[in-house]
Structures are given as C-alpha cells and as structure tokens.
C-alpha cells in the first residue's frame, strides 16, 4: 500500500535558522505531491504542490521544495524561519490511481523559538 | 477567497448517538472528501464523494458511516452510533478535479464522544 514518512515529528528551531522537513513516499508511478501546514487552531492550508516540470517548486511564505523522483522525495526548504512559522507541517501524495485521494504523512510540529 | 465550512466547531456526544457533522464545500468543486485525525496521529482518508456517489471509501469507512450531499450545497458526514475510538478532528475537503487541482480543508469539526 502507498505510504508517506515524515522523518520527524517536532522540530524545534530559532529565528533566522534554516528548516528542511523531510518526506519520503512510497509508490513507482505518477504523484502529486503537496505540503499543507496547519497553524494553531486553523485548518489545513496549502504551502505548495507538484504536479510536473520543474522539480524545485516555489510556495506561499518563502517555502519551497524539490521533487527528487530516484529517491521518492520531496522535502521542504526554507532559508530562514521566522516566529510565525511554528506550526504542524504535512506531506501528502495523491497517485493517479486512486482519484482525488490524499495520502498524508504523520505530520512534523514545527516550534521556531523568538 | 471562497473556502470550505464546516460546524459545528466542537461537538460532544455521547457513545451511541448519532452525529451530523456538516460541511459547505467550494461552490464549483465536484470532488468532495472526509478525513480524520486521531489526536496525536496522522490525517486519515475516510471517503470520497462525486456525482452525488461514493468514488472511494477507506477500511475506516463502515457501515456506521455515511456521507450525503442533500441539496447541492452541503455534505454532511452521519455516524449513526458513535464510539469512543470516533473522537478525533475531522475534516471537510474539496477539489475542482480528482486530479491535477490541490485540495481546499475546512477548519475541522472536533468530535468528542463520551
């Protein structure tokens, strides 16, 4: 069965360090490929997607991602975190053999100290 | 900026009862989707719907659960008998397509079942 892994579960950060959250993603054929954050008390936003061409993809709020196919990945980058960037960040794949469905990650608590 | 809707926000029930819980998806999606998110553990797909069917359910999905689109602008999720392993936040989602388009979450409905 298709699986996500998210190789860490709360990572905890200072202003100005840079973050890369990974995710790994288990299934040989064509993928979409999303990071949503959810911020304390809200829902499930969207910071990017993939869906083809070029591998480095660019989201909301300086966030970006690559798309490594040999290794079944796509992590997320971001230069320098700021305060409002603590959140829980979550991976998730959607294979073109199963329609619209979401296939998550555990999620990665981000906390980024002042 | 249109976005999916869900209440209530909060509902407490007791085991055995039946719960509605309510969602208003983007006017011009066609795909529409349940998850759930146990405390503490990853966003679990439940269902999803188009063309006023079932496209796909999960494991978790049984006869207890049932979806519905009953005048063309909601889609409620019906557990008829809750049990105490329903707790958990559940989310509303919808699409333009099954493919190609991200996904649009509400804000949750966190089920509390005692």
């Known amino acids: 069965a298709q699986s996500v892994s998210q190789h860490n579960h709360h990572v905890i950060l200072s202003e100005a360090a840079s973050l890369e959250l990974g995710c790994n993603y288990s299934y040989g054929g064509t993928v979409n490929l999303f990071w949503y954050v959810q911020y304390p008390g809200q829902h499930l936003q969207l910071l990017l997607k993939y869906f083809s061409g070029d591998p480095l993809v660019k989201g909301i709020k300086g966030f970006e991602a690559e798309f490594i196919k040999s290794k079944f990945s796509f992590n997320l980058r971001k230069p320098s975190v700021q305060w409002s960037d603590t959140a829980e960040y979550f991976c998730a794949v959607k294979t073109n053999n199963q329609g619209g469905k979401l296939i998550f990650g555990q999620g990665t608590e981000l906390s980024v100290k002042p | 900026e249109p976005e999916v809707t869900q209440t209530p926000s909060h509902q407490v029930t007791q085991m055995g009862q039946e719960v509605i819980l309510r969602c208003v998806p983007i006017?011009?999606?066609?795909?529409f989707y349940w998850y759930r998110q146990i405390l503490g553990q990853k966003v679990e797909f439940l269902v999803s719907f188009y063309n006023n069917e079932i496209s796909e359910k999960s494991e978790i999905f049984d006869d207890q659960f049932s979806v519905e689109r009953p005048d063309g602008s909601n889609f409620t999720l019906k557990i008829r008998s809750t049990k105490l392993e329903d707790s958990a936040m559940y989310f509303c989602?919808?699409?333009?397509?099954?493919?190609?388009?991200?996904?649009?979450f509400g804000q949750g409905t966190r089920l509390t079942v005692v």
């Open positions: 989602a919808s699409s333009v397509t099954s493919g190609g388009t991200e996904a649009f």
């Open positions: 006017s011009n999606h066609l795909y």
